[in-house]
């Protein structure tokens, strides 16, 4: 085997690392029944998953110009089916963190003994498609991965086992066939378009040059868009995020907001990066309209929510038009913008859904005067709140917006720009109602923080993930020099 | 080194007591934040003396440099700023409002300061962006939390506006700066005024310069933008009316000065005309709001929107004497409406409310020290000559008469004739409560009597009272200080 492509182990840890995780689980699970009684298999996950991170995160301090490679073809070709740059490193260490947190909150919430397992192998599955994703840079591979990425999600979301969450889950496994679907057509014209399995700039920029082979790729593009479009909950592919995280327990819904969207996020960034350089004005509008229409339906429709739940779910919408907004410059500037926005908004979204995890609250009105009953996780949930809004002293929001505007701004995308102007208003309006319930004075039926002491695996997300948001905020250099 | 620490310093101390000391009684709570203001002037005075400045990579994704210093544009307002950082934590010995905890309060005064501090001191332009932002949260605190208690909804409702015109002027002067940065390929302040900027094609300048005037028109405010103020002031607890008028309604005009007039000064020239006639507009429709308004709060927000429109009115003249005027203007409106703002809040507290329309015994008799005070800072809001407010709008009325020579001369000298109609209506709503309030009824032996100014807050009105006769009676003190900056500022000729 090592005579066709080379294998470094060591490269492939982030990914390796969840398979280990689902080796063990299992073995151990047939040696010590969880069902039993043996509550090991969360914690085991989320070690192998930190210890993962650990090893992604070496990659991030690279130099972009020599990232790690492997699975390498030999010469002449040399093509490396897995290149890790920083930006990749950072992300594939992001999307393992937030999977870990996931699985803090799934083992808080007490789940039946016997579904622990389930839980922890289709945590550590779905974990390993969105780090493959990333470094992914070819058709095979990146179609496997990103689907590997989406399926044990879907079982997860049923895993529940109520009717609202079959329901749920039915709608996310159409979608998640519908996307698949695109997908595939996608890589199929992709292919047909470059006459080449992988994601490459060179055979973009020949596609491009020739009128009747471009015209096939900006279907495919069409096509890859869409389908990613599904699974990071872009407008108006975003039908089924309400339901979902509405129906589902939070642990779930968290890897859904967070990890989930990391990895779609990665797998379009593989895309739009081999379109950098050589495509021309139809990608950008392909790219602008779904985020333009993200940006304001979501934020619009999140003014109205009262249930909390809900309006994460219509705030992550808007919130995948901002990763979006900065790949419409299709400059490498707008694909670290998008990187450094996606891992921000996924470390503030955990942030809140750990506090809704640990309080309890599941609508505005019952975390009214948290600040004051629970000044820990009333805290946090006011500085992620910030953070997503793009307000000091969330400053690391403030400065994603700021990148994430200007890379369309210095290539002169003004619509894009004229909507993100629009959103950040709106946005703001968002956040600061909910901020303004935090800091309410408690009403007369609000009793004390509640949940506190049982919920310490939560709380430990929760400190983590404000300690990642002051840190950023106070040195964004911290977040955006592991992007290249 | 100096800089960070007079950043730091009240932002520490300020996240601290919303935070961790949030518990905090009243008593210790305000000597701390009494103290961390006394500090931070002290170190203001010594980086204004020193002429320290801080400079080490921050962004370097964006280029933008942690880099902070002060020159003679930035002097007089950072000083401004301490002083009145001085009068807000001195105030919360006569008043500390409801709604929650003082040191809550204190705290977000204090944050407020850092953060008009750090935008007076930027040298870089997206880190003045972010600075402008930082006071956003704890003013919406001050206004939503604090504010006025007898009507929740509507000190819910002053608060968002608040925010929100001001994100959106933000926002807007985020795309002009970023699309500047990008045409320029710096962030720096100083190489942008220093002929960076002036490199853009026409076209780019005249777009870049209009995304940063109407951005900062909203926070001036300038005529149509101007709706979210009257609401703010009127609810804000009196601490937060006095910074908002004294530090943040500069941060606007600072910033038209720092940014579209030094940066791009052709684009500006080109839009200067319709700024003027909206400063001028601002003056007469001021004026004439305050003849026919009923709440004395309300009233002197709408004297600031006709204030703010003789600032405008200098900046649009393009020359160096308007530049001079509307730097001058803006610390005199800060002296002169703190002072004014910190008497009417005292009047609220005693009276409940300040409708002008309530028949109330002559505070010249019930209590003369009040009733002096008052004087003063009508006077010197109408303009009388020997007081702060007279050389603001004389310079901004010859600034306009005799405007630079790329500036069209009829309308600037139509903006300035309307501009003088404007004063003589600032006469006729002073004396108009002069009239009201002052003058009043003879005293009704049964009407409780106004008490008078005693304590920290009579201290506090001295020194204001003092300083608006001082800066009349010697402008210099202000304008040779900036005269020197003003002359290397790129729009003016």
């Known amino acids: 085997m090592s005579t066709l492509v080379t294998v470094d182990w060591l490269v492939l840890a982030p990914a390796l690392a969840p398979v280990l995780g689902v080796v063990l689980v299992l073995v151990g699970d047939a040696v010590s029944p969880a069902r039993r009684g043996g509550r090991w298999a969360l914690p085991v996950a989320a070690v192998v998953l930190v210890a993962g991170a650990v090893l992604a995160l070496r990659g991030s301090l690279l130099d972009p110009a020599t990232p790690l490679r492997t699975l390498c073809l030999p010469a002449p070709d040399g093509a490396c089916l897995w290149t890790a740059g920083p930006r990749t490193s950072t992300l594939q260490a992001g999307v393992l963190l937030a999977a870990a947190a996931a699985l803090a909150v799934h083992h808080d919430a007490r789940p039946r003994l016997r579904d622990t397992t389930v839980t922890a192998t289709l945590l550590l599955a779905a974990t390993t498609g969105g780090v493959a994703v990333a470094a992914a840079r070819d058709l095979g591979t990146w179609l496997v991965a990103l689907e590997l990425a989406t399926v044990p999600a879907v079982a997860l979301v049923v895993l529940r086992g109520t009717r609202a969450a079959a329901h749920g889950g039915l709608s996310l496994l159409v979608t998640s066939l519908a996307s698949f679907a695109l997908l595939v057509l996608g890589a199929g014209l992709w292919l047909t378009a470059t006459g080449d399995a992988a994601f490459s700039p060179e055979s973009v920029a020949a596609a491009w040059a020739d009128p009747e082979r471009r015209a096939v790729l900006v279907l495919a593009v069409t096509a890859l868009v869409s389908g990613v479009g599904f699974k990071l909950s872009l407008v108006p592919f975003h039908a089924w995020t309400p339901q979902a995280y509405a129906t589902t327990d939070l642990g779930t819904t968290l890897f859904l907001a967070a990890a989930s969207k990391l990895s779609a996020a990665a797998a379009l960034l593989v895309v739009v990066e081999a379109l950098v350089g050589s495509a021309g004005s139809v990608v950008v509008v392909l790219l602008g309209l779904p985020a333009a229409a993200s940006l304001l339906l979501g934020t619009v429709v999140a003014l109205r929510q009262d249930d909390a739940v809900r309006l994460l779910a219509w705030s992550t919408i808007a919130q995948a038009g901002w990763v979006v907004v900065p790949l419409t410059a299709l400059s490498s500037d707008g694909l670290r913008a998008s990187a450094g926005y996606v891992l921000t908004y996924a470390a503030a979204t955990a942030v809140a859904f750990g506090v809704l995890a640990r309080t309890g609250a599941r609508s505005l009105a019952a975390t009214r005067g948290l600040l004051r009953r629970d000044p820990l996780a009333g805290g946090a949930l006011a500085l992620a709140l910030l953070v997503l809004a793009g307000l000091p002293p969330g400053v690391v929001g403030l400065v994603v917006k700021v990148l994430a505007v200007a890379a369309p701004v210095a290539e002169g995308v003004w619509p894009v720009a004229a909507a993100a102007v629009v959103a950040v208003v709106l946005g703001i309006a968002v956040y600061l109602r909910w901020v303004a319930v935090l800091v309410a004075r408690p009403g007369e039926g609000d009793e004390p923080a509640h949940e506190g002491s049982r919920a310490r695996s939560t709380t430990v997300v929760v400190v983590l993930g404000t300690a990642v948001l002051l840190v950023t905020s106070a040195l964004p250099h911290a977040l955006l020099g592991g992007l290249g | ?493």
């Not at chain 2, 905890?101 to 997206?126: K, N, Q, S």
């Open chain 2, 1 to 493: 080194m100096v800089v960070s620490l007079l950043l730091a310093v009240p932002a520490a101390v300020g996240l601290w007591l919303v935070s961790g000391g949030r518990a905090l009684p009243v008593r210790p709570a305000r000597w701390l934040a009494l103290l961390t203001a006394v500090a931070t002037a002290g170190l203001a005075v010594g980086v204004v003396v020193t002429e320290a400045a801080v400079d080490r990579a921050w962004l370097p994704e964006l280029g933008v440099r942690w880099s902070f210093g002060t020159d003679g544009i930035s002097v007089p307002l950072v000083l401004l700023t301490v002083l009145m950082g001085l009068v807000v934590t001195a105030h919360a010995w006569v008043e500390v409002p409801a709604g929650g905890t003082p040191a809550t309060f204190l705290g977000c005064l204090l944050l407020v300061e850092a953060g008009a501090l750090a935008t007076f001191t930027a040298r870089d332009a997206v880190l003045f962006l972010v600075a402008f932002e930082v006071v956003l949260v704890p003013m919406w605190v001050l206004v939503g939390r604090y504010g006025d208690p007898h009507d929740p909804r509507a000190r819910t409702e002053a608060a968002q506006r608040f925010v929100l015109y001001t994100a959106v002027g933000s926002t807007t002067m985020l795309v002009g700066i970023l699309a500047l940065v990008a045409a320029a390929g710096t962030a720096d302040l100083r190489e942008l005024a220093g002929g960076a900027g002036a490199a853009l094609g026409p076209g780019a300048q005249m777009g870049v310069a209009a995304l940063l005037v109407v951005g900062l028109a909203v926070k001036v405010p300038v005529l149509p933008f101007h709706t979210w103020l009257p609401p703010a002031h009127t609810t804000a607890p009196t601490a937060g009316s006095v910074l908002l008028a004294a530090v943040l309604l500069k941060m606007g005009t600072y910033g038209l000065v720092r940014l579209p007039v030094a940066t791009v000064p052709d684009g500006f020239g080109r839009l200067a005309p319709v700024l003027a006639v909206a400063g001028a507009l601002g003056i007469v429709w001021g004026g004439l709001v305050c003849l026919v308004e009923r709440d004395l709060k309300r009233l002197i927000a709408y004297s600031s929107v006709a204030h703010m429109g003789f600032v405008v009115l200098a900046l649009a003249s393009g020359s160096e004497t308007g530049l001079q005027a509307a730097l001058y203007a803006n610390v005199a409106h800060g002296l002169v409406s703190a002072l004014l703002f910190v008497l009417v809040g005292g009047l609220k507290q005693r009276w409940g409310d300040v409708d002008l329309a309530v028949r109330r015994p002559a505070l010249r008799e019930t209590s003369p020290r009040l009733g002096f005070a008052l004087v003063i800072g009508l006077a010197a809001s109408l303009g009388l000559p020997g007081l702060a407010g007279f050389w603001g709008e004389l310079l901004a009325v010859y600034a306009a008469w005799a405007p630079a020579a790329d500036r069209p001369r009829a309308v600037l000298v139509t903006c300035a004739v309307v501009a003088a109609v404007g004063a003589a209506l600032a006469a006729a709503y002073a004396l108009r409560v002069a009239g009201l309030v002052w003058a009043g009824d003879r005293p009704d032996p049964e009407a409780r009597r106004t008490a008078d100014t005693v304590g920290v807050e009579r201290w506090v009105l001295a020194g204001l009272a003092g300083l608006v006769v001082v800066l009349g009676v010697a402008p210099m003190l202000v304008l040779s200080v900036t005269a020197d900056a003003v002359a290397t500022v790129g729009g003016a000729r």
